[in-house]
Every structure is written in structure tokens, then in C-alpha cells.
């Protein structure tokens, strides 16, 4: 190399040493490297720490290795103005031979020998360069990963973590413990444990279903501490509702007397006392009170006034089956009456058998007890009977 030649490459050089420094410093500042450094990690963050760092530092004795071989020739040249031969001969080593003396570790095995020289393998400044490229694009690989994936998993877990000290002001303020937000205060701190030492080995699903978890419980505990403002409204609504039901059981049973008197063979539906069973669990309910359990409180409130709806619900239902067989009697009397007087419309007053009939459905119809399905059949024949003559059968 000529002097030009020498002074091009100096530059060239130096401006590649201040630009492969500049990229180093910058990964080390970036935050995800600083996070790494930092924390105290397990696991497979740990390993890709350990690789990450062990890999910084060789990147750096490489850099060091330029920047000395670099260093030899700019201080040669500026020991010489004018260059003489043998001190062109000596840049043209450091600048483009094999000037770098790698340490033997920095010797990949495949390369080294049984006899290899105790100081290492000799490359060139555009070797060492080649070297620390790839090594560059892997740490800043895994900087830029772990970063993604910390940055999400703490947001997230920032997330959790804020609805959880929510959900706890709710349990401090119903003021007893609360044994579902225990589970999930301790599953939130395994994870938040998890995220911060190790952020590679944990994925979301773990911080989405705790943050279910807890927009459940949250609702619950609203719901608890709202009904623990308006907790004697309630009551008083859910005492109505059972009260509804006590009253239509008391009403079936005095309907259950009238038919068992007035019909005959009644098919009634078993007697039930739902009411005494609702008003038991509503006695517990104020025993939940007095112990300050109020989001056991409130689901049980909840669930009792779902089955006060539902016995209310049935006891309606029993007692239109009971009373049914009266206005069933009532009906057939009207029947018999309209039948009557169809017949005399027709003419059929005096007619001896249509007369007779009716007398015996009457006698069964305004008979207690009441053979519904006998005078059904009688009404039955006596409509026809006053057809057939009509039609004069």
C-alpha cells in the first residue's frame, strides 16, 4: 500500500471503529438490555442472559482487539510523515494481513489443531469485523425478544395487578375475609414472580385467566357491597316473596278442603310446604349478617329470591290444578242448564226421557261428593239424546 492508500484506510477504519462502538454502547443502553443486566432472573431468561452476556463480552474483547490493532498503525503513521518502505510494508500488515491475534477461546474448535501456537489464531481487521457481526445480530436479537415479551407480560400484569388492589378495597370495606380474593391474591403474586424473574417461560394465558378471575370476583364484591347498602330492602322484598308463597299454600290447602268435600275421586297434587323451607334460609340469611359475610350473603339472597319465584311459581300452579276441579263442576252445571233449555227451544219439553235424564246428571252434578267423570259421560248422552231428536231419530 502507498501512503494514500495507507491514509484512505486509516479513515476508513476509524470511522468503522467510532461506528461499531457507537452500536455497542447503544445496546447496552437500550432498555431491554438494562432490564436483563439488572434483574434477578431464572430459567430460560436467565440462560439467554447468561449467553447475551457472555456474548457482549466477547463482542467487546474483540472491539478491544481492533481498536489496539488500529491504534499500532495510526501511531505508526503519525511517527512518519513520509513513510519509508519498510513502515509501508508494517501498515499494510495491520491494516489489511493478519494483524489480530485472537485469544485462544475466541478460536472456534473446528478451527483450532493439536499443534496450534499458544497465542491463537492471527485474521484480519475485515475478520474481526465478520466475527462480530452475527455475534451483534444475536444479542440484538435477543434483546429486542425479551423486551417485547417483558414489556407486554408487564403491562398486562400492571393490569392485574391494579384490579386486584381494587378488588381488595371492597373486601377491606364489607370487612371479613374473603377466601376466593386469597386464592386469587396468591395466584397473582406466583405469576407477578414469574413474569419479573422469568419472562420467556410465561406466556399470557396465565395473567388473561387471573384477570377473569378477578373481573368475576370484582362484580361479586360490588354486588355484595351493594347489597349490603340496601340490605334491609332486600330482605324486605325477599320476605314478600316467601310471604306470596305461604299465602297461596294457605290457599291451596283451604281449596284442597272445598274439593275433597264437593268431588269425588280427586286427583289432587301432592300438599307441599315450600314456604317453611324459604322461610329457614331467610332466618340463615340474617346469621350471615351478624358475621358480616356479605358476598355469601348476597348470592344466597340471590338464590332464595330465584326460589321463592320458583315455589310461587309451582304453588300457582297447584292451585289452579285444585280449583280447577270446581269450576270443572261449575262448568258441567252450565252446560246442563244451556242443554235444558236448548231441548225446550226445540220443542222437547215434556219429552219423559229427556226429563229423566236430566234429573239424574243434575242429581250427580249438585251431589257433593261430585263423580265428575260420571256426570261428564251423562251430560255427554243427554246432548246427544236431544240431537237424535231433533233430527227426529
Known amino acids: 500500500m502507498n501512503r494514500d492508500e495507507v491514509d484512505r484506510a486509516l479513515a ?64 505508526l503513521r503519525a511517527r512518519h510523515a513520509r513513510p519509508g518502505a519498510a513502515q509501508l510494508a508494517e501498515l499494510t500488515r495491520l491494516l489489511s494481513g493478519p494483524s489480530v491475534e485472537l485469544p485462544a477461546e475466541e478460536v472456534p474448535l473446528e478451527r483450532r489443531t ?115 347498602a340496601g340490605f334491609e330492602d332486600r330482605m324486605r322484598k325477599v320476605r314478600d316473596a316467601v310471604g306470596l308463597v305461604r299465602d297461596t299454600e294457605d290457599e291451596i290447602r283451604r281449596a284442597r278442603e272445598r274439593v275433597l268435600e ?20 331467610l332466618a340463615a340469611l340474617y346469621g350471615l349478617r351478624d358475621r358480616h359475610r356479605w358476598g355469601e350473603l348476597a348470592d344466597r339472597a340471590t338464590d332464595l329470591d330465584r326460589a321463592a319465584r320458583d315455589a310461587l311459581q309451582r304453588a300457582r300452579g297447584d292451585l289452579g290444578l285444585v280449583t280447577g276441579l270446581l269450576d270443572r263442576r261449575e262448568e258441567l252445571r252450565g252446560r246442563l242448564l244451556a242443554y235444558k233449555a236448548k231441548a225446550g227451544r226445540l220443542g222437547l219439553a215434556e219429552d219423559a226421557g229427556l226429563g229423566r235424564m236430566y234429573e239424574e246428571a243434575r242429581a250427580v252434578l249438585w251431589t257433593s261428593p261430585c263423580d265428575l267423570r260420571k256426570a261428564t259421560v251423562m251430560l255427554s248422552g243427554y246432548q246427544q239424546a236431544i240431537a237424535e231428536r231433533a233430527e227426529g231419530r
Open 12 to 75: 476508513e477504519l476509524r470511522d468503522e471503529k467510532e461506528r461499531i462502538g457507537a452500536a455497542l454502547l447503544e445496546l447496552e443502553s437500550h432498555h431491554g438490555y438494562r432490564l436483563l443486566e439488572g434483574a434477578e432472573l431464572t430459567g430460560e431468561t436467565a440462560a439467554r442472559r447468561a449467553a447475551l452476556l457472555a456474548g457482549m463480552s466477547a463482542l467487546w474483547t474483540l472491539f478491544d482487539l481492533y481498536g489496539r490493532t488500529l491504534g499500532a498503525a495510526e501511531e
Open 262 to 281: 264437593k268431588i269425588a275421586s280427586p286427583a289432587l297434587p301432592a300438599p307441599t310446604a315450600l314456604a317453611a323451607t324459604l322461610d329457614d334460609r
Open 114 to 228: 493439536l499443534l496450534a501456537a499458544p497465542g491463537g489464531e492471527r485474521v484480519t481487521l475485515r475478520d474481526v469485523v465478520a466475527r462480530m457481526t452475527p455475534m451483534y445480530e444475536e444479542a440484538a436479537r435477543t434483546v429486542a425478544a425479551v423486551d417485547t415479551v417483558w414489556s407486554a407480560l408487564l403491562a398486562r400484569l400492571d393490569e392485574v395487578e391494579r384490579d386486584l388492589r381494587a378488588a381488595g378495597e371492597l373486601v377491606a370495606g364489607l370487612g371479613a375475609p374473603e377466601p376466593e380474593y386469597d386464592r386469587v391474591s396468591e395466584n397473582v403474586r406466583t405469576l407477578a414472580a414469574a413474569v419479573r424473574s422469568d419472562p420467556l417461560a410465561v406466556g399470557t394465558g396465565g395473567l388473561d385467566a387471573a384477570a377473569r378471575e378477578l373481573a368475576a370476583l370484582r362484580e361479586r364484591l360490588a354486588e355484595a357491597a351493594r347489597f349490603r
